[in-house]
Protein backbone atom coordinates (compact mmCIF):
# COMPACT_ATOMS: atom_id res chain seq x y z
CA UNK A 1 0.00 0.00 0.00
CA UNK A 2 1.57 3.52 -0.54
CA UNK A 3 -1.17 4.51 2.12
CA UNK A 4 -1.51 8.35 1.56
CA UNK A 5 -0.75 10.54 -1.58
CA UNK A 6 -0.19 14.05 -2.21
CA UNK A 7 0.97 16.43 -5.51
CA UNK A 8 2.62 18.14 -5.86
CA UNK A 9 5.21 18.77 -3.07
CA UNK A 10 5.64 22.37 -3.68
CA UNK A 11 3.89 24.99 -5.43
CA UNK A 12 4.48 28.85 -5.80
CA UNK A 13 1.30 30.50 -6.96
CA UNK A 14 0.46 34.19 -7.92
CA UNK A 15 -2.05 36.41 -5.73
CA UNK A 16 -5.09 35.38 -7.54
CA UNK A 17 -4.50 32.02 -9.47
CA UNK A 18 -6.15 28.57 -8.58
CA UNK A 19 -4.94 25.22 -7.87
CA UNK A 20 -6.00 21.97 -6.59
CA UNK A 21 -3.84 20.13 -4.57
CA UNK A 22 -4.65 16.53 -4.52
CA UNK A 23 -5.17 13.70 -2.23
CA UNK A 24 -5.86 9.73 -2.61
CA UNK A 25 -5.64 6.97 -0.14
CA UNK A 26 -5.31 3.41 -1.28
CA UNK A 27 -6.21 2.27 2.05
CA UNK A 28 -10.43 2.21 1.47
CA UNK A 29 -10.54 4.61 4.32
CA UNK A 30 -13.93 6.05 4.49
CA UNK A 31 -12.99 9.72 6.78
CA UNK A 32 -10.62 12.08 5.15
CA UNK A 33 -8.91 15.35 5.89
CA UNK A 34 -7.84 18.29 4.89
CA UNK A 35 -5.53 19.97 7.52
CA UNK A 36 -3.23 23.04 7.03
CA UNK A 37 -0.22 24.14 9.45
CA UNK A 38 1.42 27.60 9.56
CA UNK A 39 4.59 27.87 10.73
CA UNK A 40 5.04 26.86 14.57
CA UNK A 41 1.73 26.22 14.69
CA UNK A 42 -0.09 23.37 15.01
CA UNK A 43 -2.80 22.09 12.60
CA UNK A 44 -5.89 23.40 11.84
CA UNK A 45 -8.72 21.67 10.05
CA UNK A 46 -9.76 23.08 6.77
CA UNK A 47 -12.69 20.69 5.59
CA UNK A 48 -13.66 16.50 6.11
CA UNK A 49 -15.56 14.08 3.85
CA UNK A 50 -16.77 11.16 5.67
CA UNK A 51 -17.80 9.08 2.58
CA UNK A 52 -18.29 9.81 -0.93
CA UNK A 53 -20.21 12.18 -1.32
CA UNK A 54 -20.53 13.28 2.14
CA UNK A 55 -18.26 16.85 2.85
CA UNK A 56 -18.07 19.08 5.89
CA UNK A 57 -16.27 22.78 6.75
CA UNK A 58 -13.99 22.55 9.37
CA UNK A 59 -11.79 25.63 11.35
CA UNK A 60 -10.44 27.47 8.55
CA UNK A 61 -12.66 26.78 5.79
CA UNK A 62 -12.87 30.38 3.91
CA UNK A 63 -10.88 30.09 0.69
CA UNK A 64 -11.39 26.61 -0.35
CA UNK A 65 -13.31 24.13 -1.43
CA UNK A 66 -13.44 20.16 -1.93
CA UNK A 67 -15.07 17.50 -3.50
CA UNK A 68 -15.41 13.74 -3.09
CA UNK A 69 -16.82 11.80 -5.70
CA UNK A 70 -14.68 8.45 -5.03
CA UNK A 71 -13.39 6.99 -1.73
CA UNK A 72 -9.89 7.01 -2.70
CA UNK A 73 -9.73 11.20 -4.01
CA UNK A 74 -10.05 13.93 -1.72
CA UNK A 75 -9.08 17.05 -3.50
CA UNK A 76 -8.52 20.66 -2.04
CA UNK A 77 -9.47 23.42 -4.34
CA UNK A 78 -7.96 27.09 -3.78
CA UNK A 79 -9.48 29.59 -5.63
CA UNK A 80 -8.25 33.31 -6.05
CA UNK A 81 -5.08 32.49 -4.04
CA UNK A 82 -4.09 34.83 -1.43
CA UNK A 83 -0.57 34.99 0.52
CA UNK A 84 -2.43 34.13 3.66
CA UNK A 85 -2.97 30.72 2.11
CA UNK A 86 0.82 30.01 2.24
CA UNK A 87 1.21 27.34 4.54
CA UNK A 88 1.71 23.17 4.15
CA UNK A 89 -1.37 21.37 3.62
CA UNK A 90 -1.54 17.87 4.36
CA UNK A 91 -4.34 15.27 3.86
CA UNK A 92 -5.23 12.60 6.09
CA UNK A 93 -7.51 9.48 6.18
CA UNK A 94 -8.35 6.92 8.84
CA UNK A 95 -10.64 3.82 8.48
CA UNK A 96 -13.44 4.15 11.02
CA UNK A 97 -14.86 7.08 13.76
CA UNK A 98 -13.85 7.70 17.14
CA UNK A 99 -10.85 5.80 18.23
CA UNK A 100 -9.11 4.98 15.41
CA UNK A 101 -5.59 6.70 14.59
CA UNK A 102 -5.16 9.09 11.09
CA UNK A 103 -2.56 8.31 8.43
CA UNK A 104 -1.15 11.47 6.98
CA UNK A 105 -0.09 11.81 3.47
CA UNK A 106 3.69 13.79 3.23
CA UNK A 107 2.32 17.54 2.64
CA UNK A 108 2.34 19.66 0.10
CA UNK A 109 4.46 23.10 0.64
CA UNK A 110 2.18 25.96 -0.77
CA UNK A 111 3.50 29.57 -1.20
CA UNK A 112 1.31 32.55 -2.69
CA UNK A 113 3.73 35.59 -3.79
CA UNK B 1 -14.04 25.50 21.80
CA UNK B 2 -11.87 23.20 22.63
CA UNK B 3 -7.86 23.93 22.40
CA UNK B 4 -4.90 21.84 22.99
CA UNK B 5 -1.91 23.71 24.80
CA UNK B 6 1.30 21.93 24.50
CA UNK B 7 4.40 22.70 26.79
CA UNK B 8 7.48 22.76 26.59
CA UNK B 9 7.53 24.87 22.83
CA UNK B 10 11.30 23.57 22.22
CA UNK B 11 13.49 21.30 23.75
CA UNK B 12 17.20 21.08 23.40
CA UNK B 13 18.76 17.57 25.34
CA UNK B 14 21.84 15.81 25.71
CA UNK B 15 21.51 12.34 24.45
CA UNK B 16 20.79 10.13 26.90
CA UNK B 17 18.62 12.34 28.96
CA UNK B 18 15.16 11.23 29.63
CA UNK B 19 12.53 14.16 28.78
CA UNK B 20 8.77 15.20 29.53
CA UNK B 21 6.07 16.62 26.66
CA UNK B 22 2.58 17.99 28.18
CA UNK B 23 -0.42 18.29 26.20
CA UNK B 24 -3.49 19.99 28.75
CA UNK B 25 -7.25 20.00 27.15
CA UNK B 26 -9.39 22.60 27.96
CA UNK B 27 -12.14 20.19 27.96
CA UNK B 28 -12.37 16.57 28.88
CA UNK B 29 -10.33 14.56 26.48
CA UNK B 30 -11.95 11.21 24.79
CA UNK B 31 -9.00 10.28 22.50
CA UNK B 32 -5.75 11.51 23.12
CA UNK B 33 -3.12 11.04 20.14
CA UNK B 34 0.54 10.91 20.16
CA UNK B 35 2.26 11.90 16.89
CA UNK B 36 5.46 12.56 15.31
CA UNK B 37 6.88 14.93 12.79
CA UNK B 38 10.06 14.58 11.19
CA UNK B 39 11.30 18.22 9.92
CA UNK B 40 9.98 18.50 6.54
CA UNK B 41 7.39 15.75 6.52
CA UNK B 42 3.85 13.77 7.61
CA UNK B 43 2.93 12.97 11.23
CA UNK B 44 3.19 9.44 12.42
CA UNK B 45 0.99 8.06 14.49
CA UNK B 46 2.66 6.70 18.03
CA UNK B 47 -0.08 5.87 20.12
CA UNK B 48 -4.20 6.84 21.58
CA UNK B 49 -4.98 6.97 24.98
CA UNK B 50 -8.67 6.83 25.57
CA UNK B 51 -9.30 6.00 29.68
CA UNK B 52 -8.30 7.81 32.72
CA UNK B 53 -5.23 6.67 34.19
CA UNK B 54 -4.25 4.74 30.93
CA UNK B 55 -0.58 4.35 30.37
CA UNK B 56 0.92 3.43 27.07
CA UNK B 57 4.22 2.61 26.08
CA UNK B 58 6.61 1.92 22.31
CA UNK B 59 9.88 1.35 22.81
CA UNK B 60 11.42 3.76 24.69
CA UNK B 61 8.33 6.66 24.49
CA UNK B 62 5.63 6.31 27.71
CA UNK B 63 2.38 8.35 27.27
CA UNK B 64 -0.13 8.62 30.13
CA UNK B 65 -3.63 10.44 30.29
CA UNK B 66 -4.43 11.30 33.36
CA UNK B 67 -7.28 10.38 35.78
CA UNK B 68 -9.62 13.51 34.79
CA UNK B 69 -8.87 13.00 30.84
CA UNK B 70 -7.61 16.59 30.66
CA UNK B 71 -4.00 15.88 30.39
CA UNK B 72 -1.36 13.81 29.06
CA UNK B 73 2.05 13.29 28.81
CA UNK B 74 4.99 12.14 26.60
CA UNK B 75 8.36 10.36 28.02
CA UNK B 76 11.28 9.65 26.23
CA UNK B 77 13.72 7.81 28.27
CA UNK B 78 17.47 8.15 27.32
CA UNK B 79 16.99 9.80 24.03
CA UNK B 80 18.31 9.26 20.87
CA UNK B 81 19.25 11.48 18.00
CA UNK B 82 16.21 9.60 16.14
CA UNK B 83 14.02 10.77 18.54
CA UNK B 84 14.72 14.66 17.23
CA UNK B 85 11.69 15.81 15.68
CA UNK B 86 8.16 17.77 16.03
CA UNK B 87 5.67 15.98 18.76
CA UNK B 88 2.34 17.01 18.20
CA UNK B 89 -0.77 15.97 20.79
CA UNK B 90 -4.12 15.81 18.94
CA UNK B 91 -7.94 15.13 19.81
CA UNK B 92 -11.25 14.41 19.20
CA UNK B 93 -13.01 17.59 18.92
CA UNK B 94 -16.73 16.44 18.34
CA UNK B 95 -17.72 13.81 15.53
CA UNK B 96 -15.42 13.40 12.76
CA UNK B 97 -13.18 16.62 14.04
CA UNK B 98 -9.64 16.60 15.04
CA UNK B 99 -7.85 19.06 16.86
CA UNK B 100 -4.01 19.19 17.55
CA UNK B 101 -1.94 21.18 20.08
CA UNK B 102 0.88 23.84 18.81
CA UNK B 103 3.59 20.89 18.70
CA UNK B 104 6.94 20.53 20.79
CA UNK B 105 9.74 20.58 18.91
CA UNK B 106 12.60 18.54 20.33
CA UNK B 107 16.56 18.39 19.49
CA UNK B 108 18.76 15.69 20.90
CA UNK B 109 22.55 16.59 20.84
CA UNK B 110 24.83 13.10 19.97
Known amino acids: NAGVTQTPKFRILKIGQSMTLQCTQD?????MYWYRQDPGMGLKLIYY???????DKGEVPNGYNVSRSTTEDFPLRLELAAPSQTSVYFC????????????FGPGTRLTVT | SQELEQSPQSLIVQEGKNLTINCTSSKTLYGLYWYKQKYGEGLIFLMMLQKGGEEKSHEKITAKLDEKKQQSSLHITASQPSHAGIYLC??????????FGTGTRLKVLA
Open chain 1, 49 to 55: SVGAGIT
Open chain 1, 27 to 31: MNHNY
Open chain 1, 92 to 103: ASKSGGISYEQY
Open chain 2, 90 to 99: GAEAGTYKYI
